[in-house]
């Protein structure tokens, strides 16, 4: 366990009765529960042995995640372990995590006894009765723990309000009478918000803020203010800052309150600053002057004014002068402080073993001359005679950061990569080189005797020229028959590629006719004038394909005569077929009663009669769906008919 100790973690103690609730639980859910008397003797024995041991188990668990949780005054930081005497009393504490302890043995002795018990257990209702037992005396130890429970419950409710205090850490320890000005100054110095009231003993516990310099975490601690009588008189809030005083190292910053706001006079914050200055053995110490505003260190009386002056006397001590209400001096006080810490672990250092061990890591590399000749350093002469960079002076140099200026600034200069460039001719350095010609890169066939090479590749074209070396090549000729079997062949490409359009073209429109587009916009008139032009009677042709086929019996009568051919047993079959009505379908509700009355008892009746199968969510009678096939309301569980009593 570290010297910083995070309170925080520590978990909840439960009370007595709550933490055998939760034993006794946990082991009716986790063990086995169902046993019968036939089963042989050798498994009812395990069966209620498991229930013993699992039980120690859950005491031992839980009663040693307290003891683990809670800091052992022995192991943790002086500081945190003379605090928590202060707060909660060190033997009080050790006793009730000494009881736990107690409690704990106990209880595994118990379960040690009635293991061995039950292994002679000679029947259900005897190892039954054995297991009652064991639960029964550790939950009694248990109960006899019933304060010593309450006591670290509200410990570690206390703990855990406490503040995080880094003991190692650069610390600023503020401390002096109640009401100089202590808490004003940690709000101004850090995000800290302590109450500050106009009257003594408004801390009452440490607070603690946090604060950068140099680029360095510090904190800052406001105490309690302490009063001037003995230590064993003073109570738990004063003795909270010398606790601090005593085990942290930190500057010490003591306040005093020249004007006497406070209530308090010059004489008694000195005198009270020679009582507590044991304290501040090997500590950087300083004096902090504050509410300079009300009154000055010149505007004290003789008397006084000596006073302070032996006590600043001592050359250790570091006087600052401030007022937290005008700000006058705070960052000076705070600059002083935390310079003056800094110095102080600096010098620890070196005065500790550590050092040693790291100067011992460490070591210098010094060069030894191998010989006696002389090696000057070696300058080339227009370094050495180059004139010394001036901006005001108008003959200067240019650098480009001039050059930048003059063309405009960023983002307008651009750099000239090319003026660095060594040609023979310093005209070459901005020619535009191609870098691709012809698809072939040029660096691949940079050569210095191209010239002479290209010379001597002409000679020997025109050497083959005279040989006739080209003559012959340029006799031959394409055959006719390969050139007629070329285009035969870009024909049948081409033919190919025209059949596959219009394939694909009426794959795409096979489900659906296509009309021409110069039929598209043809009005019927349009259409009819067509089809005349061409000499067909289209009117004739479409009253011949709408006209019905004559039948004998039903002609209409004759426009001459004006009588029917049709019969008469035809007329009276046609007469009766169209004086025919049609059959009104009946509501089957309806159908066997006499009047409103019954229908409404009908449907009463319907409606008790559906009520069970509406509670089973049944469509109807014939519906013999089972949706759940196992309820988890009938098959969780592992207890069967009867009561726990039976077992």
Excluded at 383 to 394: G, L, W
Excluded at 441 to 460: K, Q, T, V, Y
Aim: hydrophobic share 35%; proline share 4%; aromatic share 8%.
């Amino acid at each position: 366990m570290g010297s910083y100790y995070n309170f925080k973690k520590v978990q909840p103690v439960p009370k007595a009765m709550d933490f055998i609730d939760i034993v006794l639980s946990k082991i009716q859910r986790k063990t086995p529960t169902v046993v019968h008397p036939n089963y042989q003797i050798s498994r009812i024995r395990q069966f209620y042995m498991k229930k013993v041991k699992f039980g120690q188990d859950c005491f031992d668990e839980k009663l040693d995640q307290i003891l683990a949780d809670f800091p052992k005054l022995d192991e943790i930081h002086p500081f945190y372990a003379d605090l928590m005497n202060v707060l909660y009393d060190r033997d009080h504490y050790k006793l009730a995590l000494g009881q736990i302890s107690t409690c704990k043995h106990l209880i595994d002795s118990v379960a040690k006894d009635y293991a061995r018990l039950l292994k002679f257990g000679d029947s259900l209702f005897r190892c039954k009765q054995l297991k009652k037992a064991a639960l029964g005396r550790m939950c009694t130890i248990m109960k006899r723990q019933k304060d010593s429970l309450a006591y670290l419950e509200q410990v570690r409710q206390h703990l855990a309000r406490l503040p995080s205090i880094d003991p190692n850490t650069r610390t600023l320890l503020v401390c002096g009478y109640p009401n100089v000005g202590k808490s004003s100054f940690m709000n101004k110095l850090t995000r800290a918000e302590v109450e500050v009231q106009p009257y003594a003993f408004t801390t009452k516990s440490l607070f603690v803020g946090h604060m950068d310099y140099r680029n360095l975490r510090w904190q800052v601690i406001d105490t309690p203010g302490i009063l001037d009588h003995p230590l064993e008189q003073r109570n738990t809030i004063e003795m909270q800052s010398i606790t601090a005083l005593a085990h942290l190292r930190a500057a010490v910053l003591f306040f005093i309150d020249l004007s006497e706001q406070c209530g308090y006079s010059v004489a008694a914050q000195c005198s009270l600053f020679d009582s507590i200055k044991p304290l501040f053995a090997n500590k950087p110490t300083l004096v902090v002057v504050n509410k300079i505003d009300a009154m000055r260190v010149d505007g004290l009386a003789s008397d006084e004014r000596s006073r302070f002056d032996a006590l600043v006397a001592d050359s250790n001590i570091t006087v600052c002068h401030m007022s937290t209400y005008t700000d006058e001096g705070v960052m000076e006080c705070k600059k002083a402080a935390c310079d003056k810490l800094l110095a102080s672990r600096v010098e620890m250092k070196m005065k500790s073993n550590k050092i040693n061990d790291v100067l011992q890591k460490l070591h210098l590399a010094q060069p030894v001359a191998r010989d006696e000749k002389t090696r000057p350093a070696s300058i080339p002469e227009n370094v050495m005679n180059r004139q010394k960079y001036d901006r005001a002076d108008p003959n200067r140099r240019k650098l480009e950061v001039d050059l930048e200026v003059e063309a405009g600034g960023a983002g307008v200069f651009n750099v000239d990569l090319k003026k660095l460039y060594q040609f023979k001719n310093a005209e070459w350095k901005y020619d535009k080189i191609p870098e691709i010609m012809d698809g072939k890169n040029i660096a691949d066939f940079f050569d210095e005797d191209i010239e002479a090479r290209l010379a001597e590749l002409e000679r020997e074209e025109e050497r083959l020229e005279r040989e006739g070396f080209y003559e012959a090549d340029g006799e031959i000729e394409m055959d006719d028959s390969d050139e007629e079997a070329l285009m035969a062949a870009a024909k049948e490409v081409e033919k190919k590629k025209q059949q596959l359009i219009r394939e694909n073209v009426m794959k795409k429109s096979k489900h659906r006719a296509i009309l021409p587009h110069q039929f598209k916009k043809k009005t019927v008139s349009e259409m009819t004038a067509h089809f005349a032009e061409k000499g067909i009677d289209i009117e004739e042709r479409a009253r011949s394909l709408v006209r019905k086929r004559g039948r004998s019996e039903s002609r209409a009568p004759s426009a001459a005569t004006g009588v029917s051919s049709m019969s008469l047993a035809r007329e009276q079959s046609l007469a009766a077929k169209r004086h025919k009505g049609v059959s009104k379908s009946r509501d089957r509700s309806t159908m066997g009663v006499k009047d409103e009355k019954q229908k409404a008892v009908s449907q009463k009746v319907l409606h008790f009669a559906q009520r069970p199968l509406n509670a089973h969510a049944k469509a109807s009678e014939s519906d013999r769906r089972i949706l759940t096939k196992m309820p988890k309301h009938l098959f969780s569980g592992k207890r069967g008919s009867g009561s726990a009593s039976h077992r």
